[in-house]
DNA sequence: TATTGTTATACTCTATAACTATA
DNA sequence: TATAGTTATAGAGTATAACAATA
């Protein structure tokens, strides 16, 4: 017998029929992500606005840290801070007190690219959004958190 | 003045604020997105899956349909279709009446391979959302198609 | 001439393994 | 000896531009 998501691989079959919902939502979640990542127009790729966005959230954070709030390997990370770093929107700095560890500050320069880059991304989105009823768009700002918390795991 | 979204980065906060809500979708679904593809666990990718299941679910496609359906460039999906052809789960067909079309149709053995890894995939997420509130279960399953439905504008 | 699909090429993201520097 | 970060290398996804075949 197959599981409940080989029968409902569509999110409106799974919302009718209330079996798979981890499909349906993994389908759903995969999709809308490469649609946004269609979106941005900048210089500045999704990954590397994410991390800049960590960074923003969090304050300065070790590479070892911001890779793992990133949820991507170490050698991954430095490439992306690399990258930043090149731009001018990151600067490394020494640990004050392990010689080992990386400091990663996020630059004024990279606080204002953020905002610009993240105004540009979400403008489709929003635009989108504003497409919907004032139920839908309640209803998904109540599972946007709940989507952080799947993530966080 | 900074958009409303320049002020709330996290899904949490925007959830208490009401405000960014483009901003704290994106973020979390682009999170998840990539945590999700972290838990594949097979032969296939994540990107192969998914035009897989648009296979299962719409029955045979054209190439070009196909990379419509999955939001890519026909180069990009002509690649995918490569490595699935090479790997037994998809037959390239002539197209009865275009000469130059090819329609794609999912194999037996691919749409064996497509349930066992669907259900790999979905084994975390599925785990997951057990952890959750019923009440945010049923937020999930109804915010699911929502997101299908903004992703497919 | 327009359309469909592929090939050529390049860039980004990601990972694992191996290496360096420090604790 | 263990840890933090980087470098080296490889594989996958995506895109644009150029090309072939067909309509």
Redesign the interface.
Known sequence: M??A??MA????R??RT?TG????????????????R?ERDSDLT?TQL?AL?TL??HGPLTAGALAMHE??QPPSMTRTVNCLVEAGTVRREPHPTDGRQVVLHLSEQGAALL?AE??R??AW??Q??R??TPE??D???????????????
């Open positions: 197959a599981y998501n080989d691989v569509d999110a409106p799974a919302a209330g919902l981890a499909s349906a939502l993994a389908v759903a979640v995969n999709r809308l992500s490469r649609r946004l269609q999704a994410s966005g923003r959230g949820r991507v905002a993240r105004r991304r979400d989105l929003a989108r959004l497409a919907l839908q768009r209803l998904l700002r109540r599972a946007a958190p709940v989507l952080e918390e799947l993530a966080r795991g």
